[in-house]
């Protein structure tokens, strides 16, 4: 948080030489807030990974059964987060967060409640359009607040609430888990630990809701929607009264000034009668892409199943889980020092080399495995090895891909594309997560840990390409200053 505090100790004495410093604590403290739909985006993301063994004995299902169930949540995603970023544009970036969090509740009781595999599957679904929308809009909500100097740090921030909420389910399924002696036992008023596992998440998403009603809309929204004398507010509220009248000439100047925001307006020459994709949508897309292609989401979703498969017992399986969230906290507190520093890309850089280094270390344990009783079994040396390797992939991911990403989705695009640019990034971005997730369980009893940790190697590798040529630097630009 130093680095943050020197920044804005910096914007202050800037501002207090105008005799107009801009409220900061304020812009902090609203930024928080959104920062809630991230730790609810990675609470209800990592959840599921200690209810697995539940949901199997529970609705008696089978391989491909369980990964539906899990991976169910992921099609809400893709929904929520393609419709969130086009609602957005119509109703406003706060009203969309105020739906997400009402749609966390619900999901967080349905799930719980659930008596069978389609009731379950409704629920997490309901849970799906809430992460969807929380993962395109808390950062884009961010970004159209913060001040350009902090607006990496701030971001990234929300990369920290994300796997803070996944470090919160983790230490809450391993508590649960443990205080019951399985998730599959009963805990507390005849329900089994699995169900309550789901239940926790209740207390935060209301809490979201409750602190959604005091922050403010987006002044860039409102400029989009002719809102002028809120958007004037807003932006007096946050840079002072002498940036209002520069801030919005400069918001009207990056906008169409005939129509509001269409999804049309992400292809060139828009409104002739042929057209092309703009590139920067492309880019937007391969971002998201490739941050799933790498495999993350099988260590969060999958953790417990993967280390079990190995011979690791269930406590220890959620114990290690504990161990990545404690890394992947750490990671993205290094990130938020550089990222407005060093910039994005040298960030997304390093962490594809790393990832590809450290996957191909975590391939390469499982291929020299041995199956003892049709379970894989690792020797010491390469148990030690693949545990290593796994944290510190997680390392590099969350020191770069994780946060860098989101960080570039909420600012790479211009003021009249965002909402549409963040609707088809965002739609990409879990569909790949739910192809990724369908097919791990497929391949763990086909090519093996060995054949499915190779292939996110080879993405990890390609990636590398997709930053050198075709990722451009945001660090330090205006929203207005972004070109498509």
């Given at each position: ?6 920044s ?27 920062t ?9 993301s ?15 299902s ?15 995603c ?54 969807g ?50 998730a ?13 596992m ?38 007096r ?15 009207r ?23 092309k ?6 880019v ?16 969060f ?36 020092v ?10 997304l850089?390093?962490?594809s080399i790393?990832m ?7 391939a ?27 944290n ?21 695009f ?22 990724i ?23 990890a ?18 929203l ?5």
């Open positions: 948080m130093q680095a943050i505090e020197n804005i100790d910096g914007l202050q004495g800037s501002a207090q030489s105008r005799q107009d410093a801009p409220p900061l604590p304020f812009i902090l403290l609203i930024c928080g807030v959104a809630i739909g991230g730790f609810l985006f990675g609470f209800d990592g959840v599921i990974n200690g209810t697995v063994t539940g949901l199997q004995q529970a609705f008696n089978n391989t491909a059964g369980t990964g539906f169930n899990v991976a169910s949540m992921l099609l809400g893709a929904v929520g987060a393609f419709f969130a970023g086009r609602l957005a544009d119509l109703w406003g970036r706060k009203t969309l967060l105020l739906i997400s969090a009402v749609l966390f509740v619900i999901s967080a009781w349905g799930s719980g409640i659930a008596s069978s595999s389609p009731e379950f599957v409704f629920y997490r679904i309901l849970g799906g359009l809430a992460v929308a929380a993962s395109v809009m808390s950062p884009a909500y961010i970004s159209e607040i913060a001040p350009a100097a902090i607006r990496g740090r701030l971001i990234t921030i929300n990369q920290i609430a994300i796997i803070s909420g996944l470090f919160t389910a983790f230490v809450s399924n391993y508590w649960l888990a443990n205080t019951a002696g399985s599959v036992n009963e805990w507390w008023m005849g329900y089994s630990a699995w169900r309550w789901f239940w926790i998440e209740i207390a935060p998403a209301t809490l979201f809701f409750l602190a959604l009603l005091l922050i403010p809309e987006s002044p860039r929204y409102l400029v989009l929607s002719k809102q002028t004398s809120r958007a004037t507010e807003v932006l509220k946050l840079y002072g009264e002498a940036a209002v009248e520069e801030k919005l000439k400069s918001i100047e990056s906008v169409a000034g005939d129509h509001r925001p269409r999804m049309s307006d992400l292809l060139e020459n828009a409104g002739q009668r042929v057209g994709v703009r590139k920067i949508v492309w937007g897309i391969g971002l998201a892409v490739f941050q799933q292609l790498v495999g993350i989401n099988v260590v979703y999958y953790g417990a199943v993967l280390w079990q498969a190995v011979g690791f017992s269930e406590s220890d399986a959620l114990l290690i889980n504990i161990i990545s969230g404690g890394v992947s906290i750490a990671a993205c507190l290094i990130t938020m550089l990222i407005d520093k060093i910039g994005r890309k040298p960030l850089l390093v962490g790393g590809a280094v450290t996957l191909g270390l975590v390469f344990a499982f291929a020299n495995s041995s199956v003892v009783d049709g379970k894989l079994q690792l020797s010491q040396s390469m148990g030690m090895l693949a545990l290593i390797a796994a510190a992939y997680v390392f590099f991911f969350n020191g770069s891909w994780g946060p860098a990403m989101w960080t570039m989705l909420g600012e790479m211009p003021n009249q594309i965002r909402g549409s640019g963040l609707a088809v990034s965002g739609l990409a971005q879990w569909v790949a997560n739910f192809g997730t369908m097919t791990f369980p497929i391949m763990l009893t086909s090519i093996g840990l060995a054949g499915a940790y190779g292939i996110y190697t080879l993405f590798l390609l990636s590398v390409a997709f930053v050198l040529y075709m990722v451009h630097e945001t660090k330090g630009l205006e207005e200053q972004m070109k498509g």
